[in-house]
Structures are given as C-alpha cells and as structure tokens.
C-alpha cells in the first residue's frame, strides 16, 4: 500500500519551498511552531522534539485509504488482545497473575467488568510502516496515551497557519476530530451508569503551566464544557470522597479522566485515596480503568503472535501480516520459519534480526535492539532479558524513509531530507481521533521517538 500522498506532498512542498520568499516563510513557521509547542534549546515540555531534531514544515501528509485502514486495523488489534486475554486467563485477577503485572504503588486495579469494559475504548497502537506494510509493535490502552493533546495543538497550528492552511484546503486535506471521540467515550460511560449529563474531572498530575499541568489541559476542559458536560482540572490529591463518589471543591462528579500514568503516579508523588475509595465503593468510574494498563503488556502481543495458528482464517492472516513474529523471552522451543528451535539459541544467531523489548514499559526505556549491539552485548542483553522475566524478543522490520521538508536546528534555510517514523492512530470508542507521528531523520535509527532524536509530528489525510 503507498502510505504516503506523494504527488499531494510534491505539489505542496514546490508551494511551501518554490520560491526565497515562501522559503524563508517556511523558516518563520518552523520557528512559530516550536515555540507554540512549548519548545527551548534543552528541548520542549511534554517531549514535542528533541534539541536535535529538525522542526517539520507541513504535516506527514497519508492516502485517505492508509489513514482509514489504521484506524480499521486498530480496532480489529484491540478485540483480538482482548480475546488472547480471555483465552489464556479464565478471569482477569488470573490474567493479572499470568501477565506478572507488577502493581504500582499507586495501583487503582479493579477486577470489576463494568469498570474494566472501558479499557478498550482508549488506544493508541505504535505502527511502522515497512515494505509498504504496516506492523503493530506495541499497543497502548490507556486515557493517559499520549497524543491527543499534542495532535489538536500541532493540528490547529498547521490550519491556523496563513501560508499552509490555504494550500491544505485547496488540496482538500483533512484532519480528524481530536477531542470529539474520546467525549463521545465518557459520555457513553457515564450514560451507562445513569448520568445524562456527567461532571467530569479532569486528572492531571499537577498544577500550574507545563505538560500535565492546568494549563496543558485548558483547552480540553472548555471542549468539555461547549458540549454540555461540565468539566474541572484537578489534581488527585485534591479529591475526596462523599456520600455518592468522588467531589471536587464539594462538587459530585460522574466521571474522572484521568491523565496521568498509574505507574508513574508515585513518583510526582500523587495521593490516590479518594480515587481508590470510588474504585473500591463502585462510585465515580475513573477513566481509563487501570485495567488499561495490564492489556498494555507487550506479552499479549507474544501471545496473539504465537496463538495465530488457533484464530479464524481471517484474523489469523491479519495478525501474520500486521503483527511481528513476537514471544516472551524464555527458555524454551518456539516455531520459527517453518521449523522449530530454541528461542535463545534463534535470538543469538538471528541478533539482527530481534529486538528486546520490557513487556511493561513505555518510552523505549530497556529496549535492545540486536543491530545496534555487538555479539558480547547482545548476548548479555539476552541473558538479562532472561532473568529479568518480563521481556518480549520481536522481530525487526526497517521503517520505510518518505520525503519531509524540515528546518534544521540553527539553520535559516529549509531542506527536504528522507525521515522514517512510528505511526499512533488515536482510537476511541472505535473513531479515529488524529495520527501521531513521530519522525526521525536518521534513516537508520531504530527506534523513534524523541528523546532519541525524534520529533512529534501530525498526520493530515489526502484525497
């Protein structure tokens, strides 16, 4: 599949970069939008770019049929991670258990259906694009995924913008609705708990500007409230809980979103009291559901991987053909091109050809990519892996590069460079809600994301 609008991007780069004035023009929007994305010389709040990276000029511009068929296949990802789950866990504390989901101290777990229902209304799949082929290689469910903040700030930027936007709309791009989908799920949620029109909360991690923060959510808030929903930014700590659920400042609430990663909630340090009390009461429902974060386990992945065999035809082709070869790091003997071996002895001799991935953590921290190590290195990557317990060996596909008209950090002229990128499609309650771009222009690097010299960017679709 031709992922790229290329004669679309042609047509728009000769506008942007054909002539000095609309050059320099281009410079100056690069400027605008880092500094709108909150961006300085040590980096930018909430990861928008690495110091490194260069500022993209437009947006990754996709083929109306590449954009409609991610957002497709995540939806079809999602039911079958749910179904690997059921099928290799007869209840969810033994899903929990089998997983080695390791509890946060700051844990709101639930094994209450009508809580963790919602899990997978929220997701935001990684997806590299390769031989023309997309490949899932982890699949985040979660209210706290990152991205839709960050897409409506860069996606309103580039429409706002009195040289692109006018192109993009003669051209007839798009973008989707970043906010709508995911009120669409917590006023469902809320409906499904008898609340017609909800209070909602919405949990940052502190207050004050900067990612995370009151003014990092302003906007979502007011969304909220235009659509009949009255909304609050709140912090944890300032909630507590009354006679019917949880109350900020004295106000009962119906839902509470939260922004902010469970795993990490000990570290800001956030109090979680109020919110464990609902969760154990069976009051305000708390959105995502932590049980968000076990289905987020890249063992499942392994699973769905390894027990393609037992699926329908259909799904079983869907996950050989969008699914990497996946599987827990263990020792034991595994299928493998036909034939069978031992999986250590397949990763030693295949180092190339894997990657080493921790099943329960996120930003590329403890990832181990075999061509980017030597034998020595690689070989001890594997036995930590082992002993660890809790990682996934997956295979290796090559992002493709595509064009990008970028500005070079310190440089006042632009350029097009070939840049590879990780693909997110926000999925909630089954709408696409904007794709997240994350883009290098290494084309060798293996993994994308900023604080390894990425920068985020945003997807418009073309007709």
């Known amino acids: 599949m031709n992922f790229i609008a290329t004669d679309v ?3 728009v780069d000769e506008a942007l970069l054909g002539s000095v004035p609309a ?5 100056e929007r690069a400027a605008r939008l880092d500094r709108h994305m909150g961006a300085t010389d040590e980096g930018a709040e909430g990861m928008y770019r690495h110091p490194a990276a260069p500022v993209p000029l437009r947006p990754v511009l996709l083929t109306q049929r590449a954009a409609a068929g991610m957002v497709a296949a995540t939806r079809r990802l999602v039911r079958l991670i749910a179904a690997v789950g059921d099928r290799r866990a007869p209840d969810f504390p033994t899903l929990v258990e089998r997983l080695g989901y390791r509890v946060p101290p700051c844990s709101v777990l639930t094994d209450r259906p009508s809580w963790n229902r919602w899990a997978f209304a929220m997701a935001r799949p990684d997806i590299v694009v390769s031989g023309g082929r997309p ?24 429409w706002r913008e009195p040289t692109f936007a006018p192109v993009a709309r003669a051209l007839r791009m798009s973008s989707m609705d970043n906010f709508g989908p995911r009120r669409d799920v917590v006023a469902a949620a809320a409906r499904a708990r008898g609340a017609t029109r909800p209070t909602v909360a919405l949990l940052g991690h502190r207050r004050g500007p900067g990612f995370g923060g009151e003014e990092y959510f302003e906007d979502v808030v007011n969304d909220f409230a235009r659509h009949g929903m009255p909304c609050v930014f709140a912090v944890p700590d300032e909630l507590e809980h009354g006679p019917a659920g949880l109350e900020f400042q004295g106000v009962p609430l119906d839902v509470a979103l939260r922004m902010f990663t469970i795993v990490n909630a000990h570290e800001d340090p956030l109090d979680v009291t109020a919110m464990r009390e609902a969760v154990h009461r069976d009051t305000t429902l708390v959105l995502a559901p932590e049980a968000g974060g076990v289905y987020t386990n890249k063992k499942l992945l392994a699973w769905l991987s390894e027990d393609a065999a037992h699926l329908s035809s259909g799904d079983r082709a869907f996950v050989r053909r969008t699914v990497p070869w996946t599987r827990e790091v263990a020792d034991t003997r595994v299928e493998w091109q036909d034939g069978h071996t031992g999986l250590l002895d397949l990763l030693l001799k295949e180092r190339a050809r894997f990657v ?30 082992l002993a660890d317990g809790h ?27 070939p840049t590879t990128g990780v693909f997110s499609p926000l999925v909630m309650g089954g709408k696409g809600s904007g794709i997240l771009v994350r883009q290098s222009a290494d084309p060798g690097a293996t993994i994308i994301n900023t604080p390894r010299g990425g920068v985020m960017n945003t997807a418009f679709v073309c007709p």
């Open 9 to 11: 991007a042609r047509t």
């Open 135 to 158: 490949w899932f290689v982890e699949c985040n469910l979660d209210s706290a995924v990152a991205g839709i903040e960050h897409l409506s700030a860069i996606d309103g930027f580039y």
């Open 391 to 417: 990682y996934i060996a997956q295979e290796f596909h090559r992002p493709d590069t595509f064009m990008q008209p970028v500005r070079q950090p310190g440089s006042e002229e632009p350029d097009i460079v």
């Open 356 to 385: 080493l991935k921790p099943a329960d953590l996120f930003g590329a921290r403890g990832v181990v990519a075999g061509r980017e190590t030597s034998d020595s290195e690689w070989h001890d990557a594997v036995a930590d892996a």
């Open 23 to 27: 050059r320099r023009d281009s410079c």
